[in-house]
């Protein structure tokens, strides 16, 4: 029943064998009755406020980042998902960030049509035990759990009929054929492609104690990590492992990664790079520690896909009690900063997860509820070409947020340019403000 969702957690989270045991562990957990079983994962989820994002996985094929890591933990149980990560002996991050991308798959494949189950069904133990190894057997594989009865009937036929043809081998004069020139046989052999993987990084401060993994191109760029992170935390205070492969890219985010370290020290903070993807989770932080590490990595990898951010548009959408108005979401949402490319209307990806939070918290909207887009610039530049540029990135917030499952119909686009300045645009400061995506309710 999950095979595909293995082997993608397998490869997406460079999990290896302990993609199947975590999606095992994670399934018996939901059915665990000592957790309350199905239920008693979703009542989790309502008690920690998301249950609203909860009901929008049953019975559906939910996308990625619908879910994210300090999410997982409150809903699922940090308990729970503490318990995972001592069991397989892997960082309390990557059962999370994991979690987070793997449980709402889960939800919607154990919930077909809508059907919430009652408990474990008849089925459950074939769901993880598809083959068996073989009597004997001590490789890394498996093989079918019933062997084919008729092995020797056509083993020892063949056995026989090799021999023969050896023995009339031996009786034939051998011909002598000159062997091809090595050169010329290795010329028509295309070089096989070399596969890179991606440069990973995983960070996790328990208690000023730090265990960190990760795979690096070069033994250099390890050391200079390495030093970095005693020199920071201290060497007593490290551990864990960064491996090296010549086939690894290059880390793009080591530079920046390195300079950041000494304002990266909040107890509770996980992070982890993969390739040019970083996840964070600072659900374990206080609350201001968040938002200030949070904006810091930010700004350091604007150009990455990142996910687990929490600034005050999160705070205050997570926050959302059932049965909010139009106005509460619209006060949520105007928290948010919405980036784009310079002079374009491309949303950064650093912004796709914060449009993906507000996606989600629009599809629980009140019924009838439309909502403006609205776009505006500071004045730099002609006040035509950012009335244009304003519509077109208002345009393009509403086609992601459409394409995130918004419905189209709720949402309205309109570009004011520099027509409505939120701060003076005598400074650098109020020309950021300035440059702002903006939330209304409409009528």
């Not at 796709?352 to 730099?380: C, F, R, W, Y």
Request: proline share 5%.
């Amino acid at each position: 029943m999950f095979e595909s969702l293995i082997r993608e957690a397998a490869s997406r989270f460079h999990l290896g064998d302990n993609a199947g045991r975590l999606v095992r562990q994670l399934v018996d957990d939901i059915f665990d009755p000592a957790n309350g079983g199905f239920a008693g994962l979703q009542k989790r989820f309502t008690d920690a406020g998301l249950d609203g994002l909860f009901s929008s996985w049953i019975g559906t094929t939910p996308g990625d980042n619908v879910l994210q890591p300090d999410q997982f933990s409150a809903g699922f149980g940090q308990n729970l998902a503490g318990g995972i990560a001592s069991k397989l002996g892997i960082p309390a991050a990557a059962v999370n960030m994991a979690g987070a991308w793997l449980l709402p798959k889960i939800v919607g494949q154990l919930t077909p049509g809508g059907s919430i189950p009652s408990s474990r069904p008849a089925d459950y133990d074939r769901w993880f035990d598809t083959t068996t190894p073989a009597a004997g057997y001590s490789g890394g594989g498996t093989v079918p759990a019933k062997a084919s009865g008729g092995f020797w009937k056509w083993l020892i036929p063949l056995i026989l009929l090799l021999v023969a043809f050896l023995l009339f081998r031996s009786c034939k004069k051998e011909e002598v054929v000159a062997p091809a020139p090595v050169e010329s046989v290795a010329s028509t052999q295309p070089a096989a492609p070399v596969v890179q993987a991606n440069p990973r990084f995983g960070f996790d401060n328990t208690d000023g104690k730090i265990t960190v993994s990760g795979q690096l191109a070069s033994e250099a760029d390890k050391t200079r990590l390495w030093d970095a992170l005693k020199a920071n935390f201290g060497e007593g205070n490290l551990a864990g492992n960064i491996t090296v492969d010549q086939a690894t890219l290059p880390a793009g985010w080591l530079d920046k990664l390195i300079a950041a370290l000494p304002e990266l020290k909040a107890k509770g903070l996980q992070f982890g790079f993969d390739g040019d993807k970083l996840s964070i989770d600072t659900s374990g932080m206080a609350e201001a520690d968040r938002f200030t590490v949070s904006d810091k990595l930010r700004s350091l990898f604007g150009g990455f896909e990142i996910s687990g951010l929490w600034d005050r548009a999160a705070a205050a959408l997570s926050g959302l009690k059932a049965g909010f108005s139009g106005d509460d979401l619209v006060k949520a949402l105007n928290l948010m900063n919405i980036y784009f490319d310079t002079g374009s209307a491309t949303i950064t990806r650093d912004s796709l997860e914060t449009l993906t939070s507000a996606a989600n918290a629009m599809k629980q909207a009140p019924a009838g509820t439309k909502i403006e887009v609205g776009g505006h610039t500071d004045n730099t530049g002609d006040a035509a070409a950012n009335v244009t540029l304003s519509q077109q990135r208002a345009d393009a917030v509403v086609a992601k947020l459409a394409e995130l499952g918004v419905a189209a119909d709720t949402l309205s686009a309109k570009g004011y340019g520099q027509e409505k300045p939120r701060a003076s645009n005598d400074t650098e400061q109020g020309r950021a403000q300035n440059r702002r995506i903006e939330f209304a309710v409409t009528k």
